[in-house]
């Protein structure tokens, strides 16, 4: 299930036009830590991913399940 996470956010990040300060900001998550969700290298725990999907205004499904973001 995690393994689409790091693509989708990256996904729905770029989708919404926000660069990586930009939501880093809107998240409270630091840059170089969203960078590494991004990439792959951390996981986020289950508060941070709340938070990110607050940021990006998704369903958090759309980040754990790798959905297409319904508009």
Not at 18 to 26: I, P, V
Not at 34 to 46: F, K, M, R
Not at 55 to 67: F, H, I, Q, W
């Amino acid at each position: 299930m995690q393994k689409n996470l790091h693509t989708q956010l990256k996904f729905l990040r770029e989708e919404r036009g926000l660069s990586l300060d930009e939501l880093a900001l809107k998240a409270r998550v630091g840059v170089a830590r969203l960078q590494a969700y991004e990439s792959g290298e951390e996981v986020p725990s289950n508060q941070t991913i709340l938070k990110l999907s607050n940021a990006l205004e998704v369903p958090t499904s759309n980040l754990l399940d790798g959905l297409e973001p319904v508009e």
